[in-house]
């Protein structure tokens, strides 16, 4: 199957059905000038602050956290939000399954 490659109108036969541009030199060109599709915005709130976040299209890779300072404050503090959440799940720690994983080998 032929197609046209957006950036330089080239006919070409893409290798992999995916493929858009005839070059690698195209796609990059075409990547720093946004003719690439932008990402769907993404909404979340912000696990740290609970602000609402909607992403930015492109560029922006934020999933959890609404900025790089509540990620470093939430991973300072990790066990104070969530120990609620996984409290009581089988209270067995990895390392204690993992011994006893190594005695039932010997
Ligand atoms: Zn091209
Ligand atoms: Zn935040």
């Known amino acids: 199957m032929i197609k046209q ?3 330089c109108n080239k006919d070409f ?4 059905p995916l493929q858009k541009y005839c070059c690698t030199k ?5 990547n720093s000038n946004h003719l690439i599709p932008p990402r769907e915005p993404f909404e979340f709130d912000c696990r740290h602050c609970g602000k609402h976040v ?6 922006d890779r934020r ?5 790089k300072q509540c990620e470093k404050r939430w991973w300072k ?11 009581m799940s089988g209270g067995m720690s990895l390392g204690s ?8 080998l010997e």
Do not use: Y
């Not at 909607?54 to 560029?59: D, E, I, L, N, Y």
């Open 77 to 87: 503090h990790p066990r104070k939000e969530t120990c609620g959440n996984l409290g």
């Open 26 to 30: 195209c796609q990059q060109w075409a």
């Open 13 to 16: 036969e893409p290798s992999m």
């Open 97 to 104: 399954l993992i011994r006893r994983e190594r005695s039932d």
């Open 63 to 67: 999933t959890v956290f609404c900025s």
């Open 5 to 7: 490659c957006p950036v």
């Open 54 to 59: 909607v992403t930015a299209p492109f560029g």
